[in-house]
C-alpha cells in the first residue's frame, strides 16, 4: 500500500465524487454523508505519513511514484512524477485534516444544489493534494489548473450578492498568473533539453535544480514564476482578489482558500522558484522582502478600518502571509522553518477565524460588527472558543502563531532583511490592535441589538468542528518540535544546494570583475 498511498491518497476523492454523481439530488443529508465519510477516509490514508520518522533523516523524496505518461519522440516526455519530503509533509496533511472541517460545516450553510458543491469540494481536494505531491512541473501545472475551476463555482454559485464579480475576479487574476508560469515551464524544459538533460526526465524539478541556468534566463523565469506565486499568496499589490472572493465565497469555501489554497503560492517559492533559479532569487530578494513588509503593514491597517468580521479576516490573511514570505526569503533555517509553520499555523487559525464568522452568519444572516455586541452574555461557549483563536491569529506566547512568527522575525534578522524586520515587528502590535478590537466590539459589554439577546450557544456539531483545531494551537505553540523535526532535514538540504550556487555565482562574478578590471589596467 506505502507504494501508492500518495496516489491512493489523491484520487480517491474522485471515487466519491463519482459516488455522488449518481446519487438523487434530492438527497442532501446523504450526499453530505458521503463526502464527509470520504474525507475521513482520505485523512486515514495520509495519517501514516505523520508519524513516519523517515522524514526527520532523511532529505530525499518519500513515498515516490513514477510512471510515464505522455511521450512524443526522443525529445519529449511528461511523466506522473509524484513524492514528499519534510516540506510538502505538513502541508498534505492540513489538507487531509481540513476538508473533514469545512465539510461538516456545510451541514445547514449549504441547502441548494448539494450535489454540485460536494462533487465540487472532493475535485478540489484531489487538486489541491496533487499540487502538494508533485514533482513534474508539467503535472503541477495541471493540478494547479485543476483547483481553479471548483473554487471558481464554489464562488460564483454558493457565494454571496456579488458572487460573480467576485468569481469572474478571483478566475482572471490566477489564470494570467498561471499563463505566464505555463511559458517559463516550457522553456526550462526547452533549456533542460538543450542543456543535455535525458528526456526521460520530463519536467522533474529534481532534475531541473541541478542545473546552471544562466543569470539572464534566471531573471525572467524567476520573474514569471514569482508573479504566478505572488497572486496565489497573495502578495501586494496583487492581493486585491482576495478579499473579495473571501467575503463573497460561503463559509467551507472561505476555509478551505484560506487554509490550503493560498499556501499555493508560498508553497511554490520554496519548493520551485527559489531551487530552480538560486542567481535571480538572490537578486529578487531585497524586492520580495519590500513587498512581503508592505503587505504586513498594510493588510493589518485595511484589517482595522473594515466593518465586516469577515472582510477583516480576509485582510488579516494579507498581514499574516507577508510574515510568512520575509521568513522563506531569509533563506536560512530559522527563516524558513518559521515560515513554512507558518503556513501551517495560518491554516488552522484562520481557518477556525472563518467557521466562527460562519457561526455568527448562520444565526444572524449579518457580517457586520455594528449588528453585533455582548454576546459573551448569550453565548459563552462560543465566546471562549472565539477569544483562544484571536489569541492565536496575533501570536500569543502558548499558542500556535507565537512560534512561526518568532522563528520567522529571528530568521529575518540574522539574515541580510534587519532592516525589513524591523518594521515588519510593526505587524505583530497592528495585528493584536485590530483582533483585539474586533473581539471588543462583537463580544464584550451589553446586548445592544434585541436580535442577539436568544442566540443560540454553539451546537455539539460545531463544538466538535473547533475542538481538532483547538487542540492543534495548544500543541503547536507548546511543542512545536513534533512539527519542526521533520521538516528541518529537507529545508537544510534546500539551503545547502541553494546557498551553494549563490556563492560559485558570486565567485564567478568577482573573476569575471577582476579579468575586466585587469584588461582595461592593460
Do not use: C
Request: aromatic share 14%; glycine share 8%.
Amino acid at each position: 500500500m506505502n507504494d501508492h498511498l500518495l496516489s491512493l491518497m489523491t484520487f480517491f476523492p474522485l471515487v466519491g465524487m463519482l459516488i455522488i454523481l449518481f446519487l438523487p439530488r434530492e438527497a442532501d443529508r446523504l450526499i453530505k454523508t458521503v463526502t464527509l465519510v470520504v474525507t475521513i477516509i482520505v485523512f486515514f490514508i495520509s495519517l501514516p505519513l505523520a508519524f513516519d520518522d523517515v522524514f526527520a533523516t532523511s532529505s530525499a523524496m518519500h513515498y515516490t511514484e513514477f510512471v510515464n505518461w505522455i511521450s512524443v519522440g526522443d525529445y519529449f516526455q511528461m511523466n506522473y512524477n509524484v513524492g514528499i519530503d519534510g516540506i510538502s509533509l505538513w502541508l498534505v496533511l492540513l489538507t487531509t485534516f481540513i476538508m473533514p472541517i469545512a465539510i461538516l460545516s456545510t451541514w445547514h450553510a449549504i441547502d441548494k444544489n448539494t450535489k454540485g458543491f460536494m462533487a465540487l469540494a472532493l475535485l478540489l481536494e484531489t487538486g489541491m493534494l496533487g499540487a502538494f505531491i508533485s514533482l513534474d512541473l508539467f503535472l503541477f501545472y495541471v493540478f494547479w489548473e485543476l483547483m481553479l475551476v471548483p473554487m471558481y463555482f464554489m464562488i460564483g454559485i454558493w457565494g454571496g450578492k456579488n458572487r460573480i464579480y467576485a468569481a469572474v475576479k478571483f478566475f482572471i487574476f490566477t489564470a494570467v498568473g498561471s499563463l505566464l508560469m505555463l511559458v517559463a515551464i516550457i522553456y526550462v524544459y526547452y533549456y533542460s533539453v538543450q542543456a543535455g538533460v535525458p528526456f526521460e526526465n520530463g519536467f522533474s524539478v529534481v532534475h531541473f535544480a541541478q542545473m546552471d541556468i544562466p543569470a539572464h534566463l534566471q531573471t525572467w523565469l524567476f520573474a514569471a514564476f514569482a508573479f504566478s506565486f505572488a497572486i496565489k499568496v497573495p502578495m501586494f499589490p496583487v492581493h486585491t482578489w482576495l478579499p473579495d472572493a473571501h467575503t463573497e465565497a460561503p463559509t467551507a469555501g472561505s476555509v478551505i482558500l484560506a487554509a490550503i489554497l493560498l499556501k499555493m503560492g508560498t508553497y511554490g517559492y520554496v519548493r520551485f522558484a527559489i531551487p530552480l533559479f538560486p542567481e535571480a532569487t538572490m537578486q529578487f530578494t531585497p524586492f520580495l522582502a519590500l513587498l512581503a513588509v508592505i503587505g504586513i503593514i498594510y493588510g493589518a491597517l485595511v484589517a482595522m478600518m473594515q466593518d465586516d468580521v469577515k472582510k477583516l479576516v480576509a485582510y488579516s490573511s494579507v498581514s499574516h502571509l507577508g510574515f510568512v514570505m520575509l521568513g522563506v526569503f531569509a533563506m536560512n533555517l530559522q527563516g524558513l522553518s518559521g515560515g513554512l509553520l507558518q503556513m501551517i499555523n495560518h491554516g488552522i487559525s484562520t481557518g477556525a477565524l472563518f467557521l466562527i464568522v460562519g457561526f455568527l452568519y448562520e444565526r444572524r444572516h449579518t457580517r457586520l460588527i455594528a449588528d453585533f455586541g455582548g454576546l459573551s452574555k448569550v453565548m459563552p461557549v462560543f465566546a471562549t472558543i472565539f477569544l483562544i483563536v484571536t489569541f492565536s491569529s496575533i501570536g500569543l506566547p502558548g499558542t500556535n502563531g507565537f512560534v512561526g512568527e518568532f522563528l520567522i522575525l529571528v530568521g529575518a534578522f540574522e539574515s541580510e532583511l534587519r532592516i525589513f524586520t524591523v518594521f515588519a515587528t510593526t505587524g505583530v502590535i497592528l495585528a493584536a490592535v485590530y483582533m483585539l478590537w474586533m473581539f471588543q466590539r462583537v463580544m464584550m459589554g451589553k446586548v445592544t441589538n434585541p436580535k442577539n439577546e436568544n442566540l443560540k450557544d454553539l451546537s455539539a456539531r460545531e463544538v466538535t468542528i473547533m475542538m481538532p483545531l483547538l487542540i492543534f494551537i495548544f500543541w503547536i505553540g507548546i511543542y512545536p518540535n513534533t512539527f519542526l523535526d521533520k521538516m528541518t532535514p529537507a529545508l537544510e538540504n534546500m539551503i545547502k544546494q541553494v546557498k551553494g550556487k549563490q556563492q560559485i555565482a558570486m565567485m564567478v562574478e568577482d573573476m569575471d570583475q577582476t579579468v575586466t578590471q585587469v584588461t582595461v589596467n592593460d
